[in-house]
T-cell receptor, first 109, second 110 residues
Framework: EDKVVQSPLSLVVHEGDTVTLNCSYEVTNFRSLLWYKQEKKAPTFLFMLTSSGIEKKSGRLSSILDKKELFSILNITATQTGDSAVYLCAGNRDDKIIFGKGTRLHILP | DAGVTQSPTHLIKTRGQQVTLRCSPISGHKSVSWYQQVLGQGPQFIFQYYEKEERGRGNFPDRFSARQFPNYSSELNVNALLLGDSALYLC?????????FGSGTQLSVL
């Protein structure tokens, strides 16, 4: 059965810290790995990763995919209180997208 | 440009009732998918439609059904509501493999 597992489930850090969020996946007919940020209701798109070893970067956020180890990480440097949210990882197999439970990140001022 | 719009935003129903949720995708997006998100969990895939055809279905009972219209908008129907159907229902339209979500419909079943 397809599954996506995120760790840790919850994380509390101080503003300015760097965090690494983990995502492992077992998805048949895998196409891509997606990261989303969910603050209230609508998850907002962060990254789509299709190739191994190529880092995607947007400001203080970056992500990389390892298709051999079936693993992805999301890094956030110099965290700010506005980064507090649930971060969702998802595996895309074209006919469906499987989400993990998310990592709840709380940034202390 | 308008994003994905869902209606209603909140809904309260009683057990046994039926509910219809509506979704309008981003203009130009032909694929719509539905997700159920229970508090503390990630979104669970329910259906995916592309060009009015069902392309995928998650592990949900037959009480859940959906359709997509010629203008690519979509409806999700849930019959014989159970307390466990209480959740945030998210709709997403997709383009080039990326999902864009609406703000969801919060359904409470009493």
């Amino acid at each position: 059965e397809d599954k996506v597992v995120q760790s840790p489930l919850s994380l509390v850090v101080h503003e300015g810290d760097t965090v690494t969020l983990n995502c492992s996946y077992e998805v048949t007919n895998f196409r891509s790995l997606l990261w989303y940020k969910q603050e209230k209701k609508a998850p907002t798109f962060l990254f789509m990763l299709t190739s191994s070893g190529i880092e995607k970067k947007s400001g203080r956020l970056s992500s990389i995919l390892d298709k051999k180890e079936l693993f992805s990480i999301l890094n956030i440097t110099a965290t700010q209180t506005g980064d507090s949210a649930v971060y969702l990882c998802a595996g895309n197999r074209d006919d469906k997208i499987i989400f993990g439970k998310g990592t709840r990140l709380h940034i202390l001022p | 440009d308008a994003g994905v719009t869902q209606s209603p935003t909140h809904l309260i129903k009683t057990r046994g009732q039926q509910v219809t949720l509506r979704c309008s995708p981003i203009s130009g997006h032909k694929s719509v998918s539905w997700y159920q998100q229970v508090l503390g969990q990630g979104p669970q895939f329910i259906f995916q439609y592309y060009e009015k055809e069902e392309r995928g279905r998650g592990n949900f009972p037959d009480r859940f059904s959906a359709r997509q219209f010629p203008n690519y908008s979509s409806e999700l129907n849930v019959n014989a509501l159970l307390l466990g159907d209480s959740a945030l229902y998210l709709c997403a339209s997709s383009f080039a493999g990326k999902l864009f979500f609406g703000s969801g419909t919060q359904l409470s079943v009493l």
